[in-house]
């Protein structure tokens, strides 16, 4: 398996940015998805996740500024991130878990596989 990052960059407090996730080698329309990211120094965080029927989920810090969307025919998933702050800078990574019961969208544990990541620095 493997799942690819992209659109990362510096940005403006303020602005927007959209990330994507390529995968291949899975299948993954029967896979929950979702983004982490991770702050120097700091634990690997939940972000945003999405379930085989595109239902979403998002922790607080984020709700109404990110969105989540997946496209099954291309294999890919999008974190829409708008109105970003200084302290979303992180390294954002996408991950996939098998879907099999509930899953803890904010344990890294839950998701078998992991993207390389994508640097978004907030700052004017």
């Known amino acids: 398996a493997q799942l690819v990052e992209s659109g990362g960059g510096l940005v403006e407090p303020g602005g927007s940015l959209t990330l994507s996730c390529a995968t291949h080698?899975?299948?993954?329309?029967?896979?929950?998805m979702a983004w982490f990211r991770q702050a120097p120094g700091k634990e690997r965080e939940g972000v945003a996740g999405?379930?085989?029927?595109?239902?979403?989920t998002y922790v607080d810090s984020v709700k109404g500024r990110f969105t989540i969307s997946r496209d099954n025919a291309l294999g890919t998933l999008y974190l829409r991130m708008n109105s970003l702050k200084p302290e979303d800078t992180a390294t954002y990574f996408c991950?996939?878990?098998?879907?099999?019961?509930?899953?803890?969208?904010?344990?890294?544990?839950?998701?078998?596989?992991w993207g390389q990541g994508t640097q978004v620095t907030v700052s004017s």
């Open positions: 991950a996939a878990s098998l879907c099999l019961g509930p899953i803890n969208y904010s344990d890294p544990r839950d998701f078998l596989y």
């Open positions: 999405i379930d085989t029927s595109a239902t979403s």
């Open positions: 080698g899975f299948p993954y329309s029967g896979y929950c």
